[in-house]
């Protein structure tokens, strides 16, 4: 299997050395992208692919559930880089439908370490709980908990102090929320862009 992983690696260098003969080579001297990607781990959200950007485009950070909790160094330390060496002009938190952290979170079933990492994902459950109680299909609960819980990660990145801190020195930033859909391959713009303080203020 990983002799054909490798192979298929070999394919598509030599691919993209036929389209463009200086492609390696220029992602070799910079990496300047635009965009920082804060997305789900889940192996059928591809974020490059999805949005159509070449390597060297896209910064992206991903794990379970797509969160940006304040208190992980891991997350922080990407949207530092992000931010004060790359000068990413957008910041994009990307949850997807059907995701089996945001199934995980709220399901009742004790898996181990991740459901201490799932905890925000609860929390934003039991926040909304008589908006989502209301929703009498399951899955239809699940997806909106999904964009809830992107709403509230977007709050997360535009709160952090990094992220304060360059709108305080007149960097351009904006945080968006969006929504993946498995089903379609299209993304849903959940229209919550906070690019100043003030926006986040009005949000509550």
């Known amino acids: ?16 050395v036929s389209a463009d003969g200086d492609f390696f080579k220029r992602l070799e ?6 965009y920082l990607w804060i997305g789900c781990s889940d192996s059928r959200v591809p974020a490059n692919e999805i949005v159509g950007l070449d390597p060297g485009e896209l910064f992206v950070h991903r794990n ?8 992980d160094a891991n997350y922080l330390s990407v949207l530092q880089f992000a931010i004060d060496v790359l000068k990413v002009q957008h910041v994009m938190v990307v949850g997807h439908y059907g995701c089996g952290g945001v199934s995980a979170a709220v399901d009742g079933k004790r898996r181990g370490l991740v459901d201490h990492w799932l905890h925000p994902i609860r929390e934003v ?15 239809a609960r699940l997806d909106r908990l999904c964009e809830l819980n992107v ?5 997360n990145v535009a709160s952090d102090v990094f992220v304060q801190d360059a709108w305080a020195r007149g960097q351009a930033i904006q945080v968006h929320g969006w929504v ?8 849903k713009d959940l229209n919550t862009t906070i690019g100043r303080p003030e926006e986040l203020e009005r949000l509550g």
């Open 1 to 16: 299997m990983l002799d054909q992983l490798k192979a298929n690696n070999r394919a598509w260098a030599k691919r993209m």
């Open 125 to 139: 459950g039991h926040t909304h709980r008589h908006e989502l109680d209301a929703i009498p299909e399951q899955r």
């Open 180 to 187: 993946y859909s498995l089903s379609n391959g299209l993304v």
């Open 29 to 34: 001297r910079q990496q300047a992208p635009s």
């Open 64 to 71: 379970v559930g797509n969160l940006a909790p304040p208190q």
């Open 151 to 155: 709403l509230r990660q977007v709050r």
